[in-house]
């Protein structure tokens, strides 16, 4: 918890996130701050405030 | 789901002040009855459903090792976040989900709450396989909410008028279909108990700021068409002056994942 912009990422969170649609691995992206699925759909997942958003009608799917 | 996804959403982003600062929803007996069903021993991953502003999970956060805290609505996320900085609360962490597409891996948790919020989900049938697929064999489902009483004519009175009322409102289910869905879900309920809210004005709850005139009336006409016997057992009526007060039934389940 060393800055409001890590609040929501805490490795707790990280570990255990998995995608809302294909329920895949998810990796952390930094420089992008995506939230990317590890599995089939490959959705990425916005961050925002520090929160991940972890909807699947916000998500980028890959072109 | 898209809609009434959205329709939440629209409604609880105007709101997260409010709830933050609700009494009705920091405190009362449906949090007293969701610790005590819990038992928490300080080990436990935990995931708490709709969190809103955070009561539930903040309420836990002492007792357990860690709590992950969702909702659909970000600026209620938001407000949270703010609310377990000020409090210095370190085992607290957010992510906007969805109740029925948990943002999970299966059996990571060792318990999950959600408190007064299911009434507002497209699908609990989906929610509620949700729940079963992120808790461990043998994790702890503890839920509190709203409910209609036992009655066809009652539920449809009932989820009539709160959706009049609240178009982000869906549906307010009588115990005994509580209790089929959980069960259906894969669940053993351990535990369930019955109880109320506090008693709201119903000039306050009916939000004349937001309703127009002619919606506040249609609901008023609503209650004033159940029996007095009804409006007495199942929801606690009483006059007074212009105004009444009244209450919803809640219902509160402890239940097993096989």
Redesign the interface.
Known sequence: ?NS?KS????E??LE??????C?G??AHDEAEEKLVCQGECQRR?PI???????????AELQS | M?SI?NTVKAQFSQHAEYYAQSTAHAKGDTLDVILEFAEPKGTE?VLDIATGTGFTAFAFAPNVA?V?ATD?T?EM??KA?EL??EQAI??V??????AE??????A?YDLVTCRLAPHHFQDVPAFLSEVHRVLRQNGLFCMVDSVSPESEELIRWQNRVETLRDDSHVYGYPPSQWDAMITAAGFTIERFAHARNAQMSFLWWVRPEKNPPAVVREIRDAFAQLSPDEAKAHYTVRPVGEDFYFSWPMYAVKARRC
């Open positions: 918890m409001e609040y929501g990422l805490s707790t969170l255990i996130l998995a995608c809302p649609a329920k691995e998810i997942y925002r405030d520090g929160i991940p958003v972890m909807l699947i009608d916000e | 898209k996804h991953q860690n992950i659909l970000a996320l938001v976040a377990a900085q370190p085992n962490a957010f992510s906007l989900a969805a597409a948990l943002p999970f891996a299966s990571s």
